[in-house]
């Protein structure tokens, strides 16, 4: 379940892993047990796998400060040995998942955000708006059909008329208002700029905040702004 992080699983299991706890568990053709070094060595990996996952998911892929040393969260690391056990006494030993992301209601937003990203793009994603002038209250025709299908690629009611209407009028204020643009109901050149990004560059960026989040402490004091 990496990827729901916004992570590569191949960064913690790759195929040839996979191929080879596959093979372990096939019976050999004398019956024997599997040889105990590459039992030791797929040991030794799974295990590497384990706490790659477990420290990213918790911390994050990067310290902190890597990008920005003047970025300091105070964040609690994790303790990869107690985890281990603990993963190993529990949800592991009953085959469910581990979560140890971070529990704030931004990350878990920000996660299902990711899945609905992934299942657009998947399904084509949309098209960058046909060139063409500013598109406001009054206007017809091939742009309009088209901002409304950009708009209800993102789930916002737009209605079905070719011609630029109230409703219209209103998917369009919603969406600058998702994206802190000016919500003028007008596709101007700021407005056209963030509709034309693609669903994929959606994806990348909602995975960069995860990142983000994982740096943030456990538990965001009062008061504190978030940018």
């Known amino acids: ?3 729901a992080e916004g992570l590569d699983p191949d960064d913690y299991a790759d195929s040839a892993l996979a191929a080879d706890a596959g093979r372990l568990r096939e019976p050999g053709i004398t019956g024997l047990l599997p040889d105990p070094v590459r039992l030791a060595a797929l040991d030794l ?3 590497r796998g384990f706490l790659r996952y477990a420290r990213h998911a918790h911390d994050g892929r990067l310290p902190s ?3 920005d040393s003047a970025w300091v969260a105070g964040r609690d690391t994790l303790d990869l040995a107690r985890t281990l056990r603990r ?3 529990g949800p592991l030993a009953r085959g469910e998942p581990l979560d140890l992301a971070p529990e704030r209601a931004d990350y878990r937003r920000l996660r299902e955000g990711l899945a609905r990203y992934r299942a657009i ?6 098209r960058p708006l046909p060139a063409g002038p500013v598109l406001k209250r009054g206007a017809a025709g091939a742009g ?3 901002l409304r299908r950009r708009l209800a690629a993102e789930g916002d009611s737009t209605g079905r008329s070719p011609e630029f209407d109230a409703a219209l009028a209103r998917a369009l204020r919603a ?3 998702r994206h802190g643009l000016r919500e003028s109901g007008v596709v101007d050149s700021a407005t056209r700029a963030q509709l034309d990004v693609s669903a994929a560059e959606r994806v990348r960026q909602i995975a960069v905040n995860l990142e983000r989040e994982r740096w943030l402490p456990a538990v965001l004091r009062e008061p ?3 940018v």
């Open 224 to 226: 504190h702004v978030v």
């Open 87 to 89: 993963a190993l006494d």
């Open 45 to 47: 990996a799974l295990t």
């Open 65 to 67: 400060g890597a990008l």
């Open 121 to 126: 793009a998947a399904a084509g994603g949309w």
């Open 1 to 3: 379940d990496a990827a």
């Open 144 to 146: 309009v059909l088209a």
């Open 175 to 177: 969406f600058q208002a």
